[in-house]
């Protein structure tokens, strides 16, 4: 990899001030399992490497009304199994569970994994499903991005060059909200998924769909949700004709690419098949 000065800034106002001091020259490093591959490669070529690893305040979980928010810097693996994280929302710790490796997941960080913008990546369909947002703090204040709003293109995402990602929050859901993720992996467990599905189903006193979120990875340019299948959904009683409805809008919403995993047309067939397996498994009538 190409030469370059490291900083280890001891606080995030540190951390912040070195960003705008030296602009595009400066790439941020935290867990590094997505920054260093690309160093090693040239593909990126700082003069200046901030770590992060120092900020221990954007490790924090916590509560706040009902709102949980997770620090940046937290593990993925500390994500899975953090007490709070479990009961706020399990099905976020239950997806993130499942991206690769144990040892991948000590390594990554949740915000790390967001501001990388792969559009694979397992966290950001099931946080776009919890309707989750993103802070995004600089030397001009902090400001709040909802998650839907964040991709702009595969490694793209809103973020200003003199911002650095603080912390993810995510709404409390429903009591009667039901979560599914799938994804199929047709290689190893530490591979990417060739498509992948979170749906959220939030059911009324009459079991009626209220309100859907389907959002999918690796079927575009960005994770997104497909919200002309989620509008399918909505007033309609759970049903294998439902939901075979809306997996095809958001078959028809995907916009995969050709590569090694398989054909655009195999992918949007993909994800019209795990999207009404998801849906099912979301009201427990999928298999186990």
Do not use: C
């Amino acid at each position: 990899m190409s030469a370059f000065a490291y900083l280890g800034p001891a606080s995030t106002a540190e951390a912040i001030a070195a960003l705008a001091a030296h602009g595009d020259a400066a790439h941020l490093l935290a867990g590094g399992t997505a920054v260093v591959p690309l160093l090693k490669q040239g593909l990126i070529q700082p003069s200046i490497v901030i770590g992060l690893g120092g900020l221990d305040a954007l490790r924090a979980v916590a509560i706040d009304g009902d709102t949980l928010e997770v620090g940046a810097l937290t593990s993925l693996r500390d994500v899975e199994r953090h007490p709070l994280v479990r009961a706020h929302a399990p099905a976020l710790a239950a997806a993130v569970a499942r991206v690769a490796t144990i040892r991948i997941r000590n390594q990554a960080t949740i915000g790390g994994n967001l501001v990388h913008a792969d559009p694979a990546q397992d966290p950001p369909p099931m946080l776009l499903a919890h309707d989750a947002s993103v802070v995004l703090a600089s030397e001009r204040g902090t400001r709040t991005v909802e998650l839907a709003d964040f991709f702009v293109d595969v490694f793209e995402t809103a973020i200003e060059p003199d911002e650095i990602l603080t912390a993810i929050r995510v709404p409390r859901p429903a009591t009667a909200a039901r979560f599914a993720y799938e994804k199929f992996l047709p290689r190893t467990v530490d591979d990417y998924a060739t498509v992948s599905v979170a749906v959220r189903l939030d059911l009324d006193a009459d079991g009626a769909v209220a309100d859907a979120r389907i959002a999918l990875g690796n079927a575009g340019p960005i994770p997104f949700r497909a919200v002309e299948a989620e509008a399918i959904l909505r007033g309609t009683t759970p049903s294998s004709g439902a939901f075979e409805g809306a997996a095809a809008a958001a078959a028809d919403a995907s916009d995969p690419v050709d590569d090694v995993r398989g054909s655009r047309t195999y992918k949007q067939a993909m994800v019209r098949l795990w999207t009404a397996r998801a849906l099912a498994r979301a009201i427990g009538a999928g298999p186990r």
